[in-house]
């Protein structure tokens, strides 16, 4: 195995390590305090701008996701972090590997709180990155970077910080030496025997997948091993990816994120096998059970924060891929019952104004098979369940942190990790508001990208809380007059309105055939949905 040791000033080095794990497309907005980290820009590099960090961290979040590896953002001091804190949660709760950087004043004015100065830089981010760092030494600024970019790889994955005062990307750098990390575990052998001998003694097992399945690439060995089983699987609640085909004749369907509602979906099964996710993501507090009497659970997880604090049920913490790989290799080939996991859903009406459920449909009618969502639209998760299943890896993403702003954003960087493949974004008018100006992006990279706006002119997710709550009428829900067309033509991005069911197949159609980015924004029915 050969050694290589960079040498060189901090940028020099740190260009060298970038290239050598493949991050040489950047994303971030700069400020003069990053000016120092440009000189010399490589040819093979590429700069990705946001017109705002919590934009560019969230492009870097789509992008990281898709490509499995880690992605490089580089922000403005602490203004700049604090406006992309938002992603950056976002980007901890989806076990997103980031290295971010931040520039921070020249170390000589430290003493004066300049302008622009970052004090106690490291903690700003905290506690929504796995590390964080000031290097107390201009030479040690790629020494921490080669750290953050392994505690980023590490499972779980996840951000990590280094702040660079800006005159330290033109000193000397300590020589670093590449090294390679494997970051693969598996659980004991003697707990995989005693989980394969629990699945093939069970009566009813269920297999719950969250989003690590796919993260970890175990998507087909999970097929595999619920087949093997005759397991119904179901979808984790709020999960930001989805771990099996939702056409698969054992998906069952999703759990809510509410506790006695997931028990109670769990009842009829002796024994549940998580797969990658909490147990549980809740939403709402209803009290009630996490299991209902009968019911066994064993959690695989990546995150031992994730399997500490499950309130129930034994766990194994390890890489999701290769445990399923050795329950496979375990439990041996059987007979498994055949099940049929769900009915299908009924196609939708063409109302006046039009439901979220027939839009839903209709993108289902009209994308391209090999298509990637990524969804931020809380009023109508329902609805994309049950009218627009996911059938390939890769082929979904969603925010886990709950927070708005993610999406539009995120699947610019799915369209930058993947240019030749539609994706579609499918986002609530309320969503989108928050980031927006990503479409400026996704048009000067030539992306085609589909946005498709569920547009009922206001929060519905609040309206719908609203309700159940019997507040009668709360302010700041609503959001009338709001041109998304012209917005996008402004952004130099392709756009029109859609108020009828009659002109939502040619507008779709035309949008997913597209060799450019698009904006489709539909007119919806703005009553009050329930969430859950």
Not at 339 to 368: C, D, F, H, N, V
Not at 460 to 484: C, E, H, R, Y
Not at 510 to 522: R, S
Request: overall charge negative; hydrophobic content about 45%.
């Amino acid at each position: 195995m050969s050694v290589s040791t960079l040498t060189g000033t901090v940028r020099e080095v740190t260009h060298a390590f970038m290239r050598h794990h493949g991050m040489t497309t950047v994303f971030g907005n700069p400020g003069s305090t990053e000016m120092r980290f440009f000189r010399d820009w490589p040819a093979d590099f590429r700069y990705v701008l946001g017109l705002q960090e919590s934009c560019a961290v969230a492009m870097a979040d789509g992008y990281a996701q898709h490509t499995r590896r880690a992605a490089f953002v580089n922000l403005h001091s602490a203004a700049g972090v604090g406006h992309a804190l938002g992603s950056i949660f976002t980007a901890y709760r989806n076990h997103t590997p980031l290295v971010i950087t931040a520039g921070q004043q020249t170390r000589a004015m430290f003493p004066t709180d300049p302008y622009l100065y970052a004090a106690e830089a490291a903690e700003f981010p905290k506690p929504y990155v796995k590390w964080s760092v000031e290097p107390a030494r201009a030479e040690d600024v790629p020494a921490a970077l080669q750290r953050a970019w392994h505690l980023a790889m590490q499972r779980p994955r996840g951000p990590v910080f280094v702040s660079v005062p800006e005159d330290d990307w033109d000193m000397p750098a300590s020589p670093i030496t590449l090294r390679s990390v494997d970051y693969d575990t598996v659980p004991s052998p003697a707990a995989i025997e005693a989980l394969a001998v629990a699945l093939r003694d069970a009566r009813s097992p269920a297999i719950v997948v969250g989003a690590a399945v796919d993260q970890d690439g175990a998507w087909d060995d999970t097929i595999r091993l619920a087949e093997r089983l005759g397991a119904l699987v179901w979808a984790s609640p709020m999960s930001g990816r989805c771990g099996f085909p939702e056409d698969h004749p054992l998906f069952a369907g999703f759990l809510p994120p509410l506790r006695q509602a997931v028990a109670d979906r769990l009842a009829a099964h002796d024994l549940v096998l998580v797969l990658g996710a909490p147990v549980f993501t809740y939403h709402v507090h209803t009290g009630g059970e996490f299991l209902c009497e009968g019911t066994r659970l064993v959690l695989v997880t990546d995150d031992p924060v994730h399997a500490a604090r499950a309130p129930v049920g034994d766990s194994l913490t390890g890489s999701i891929r290769l445990t399923v790989q050795h329950l496979l290799g375990t439990i041996g080939r059987g007979a498994p019952a055949r099940q049929t996991g769900r009915k299908a859903s009924s196609a939708p009406a063409a109302t006046q104004p039009m439901s979220g459920e027939y839009l839903m449909a209709a993108i289902a009618r009209r994308m391209p098979k090999d298509a990637v969502l990524v969804e931020e639209a809380p009023t109508h998760r329902n609805a994309l369940h049950d009218h627009l299943p996911v059938t390939t890896s890769g082929g979904f993403y969603a925010g886990s942190s709950g927070g708005l702003g993610w999406a539009i954003a995120a699947a610019v960087g799915v369209g930058l990790a993947e240019p030749k493949r539609k994706v579609i974004c499918i986002v609530g008018d309320g969503s989108a508001l928050f980031a927006i100006q990503s479409l400026w992006t996704a048009v000067q990279h030539r992306l085609p990208i589909a946005f498709v706006i569920f547009d009922n002119t206001g929060y519905g997710a609040l309206k719908s809380f609203a309700s159940t709550m019997q507040i009668g009428d709360p302010p700041g829900v609503d959001l009338p007059g709001v041109g998304f067309v012209d917005i996008a033509r402004g952004f130099g991005c392709a756009a029109v309105r859609v108020d009828s069911h009659e002109a939502l197949d040619a507008a779709l159609g035309e949008a997913f055939a597209a060799d450019h980015c698009c904006l489709v924004d539909v007119a919806l029915d703005p009553g009050t949905k329930r969430l859950y």
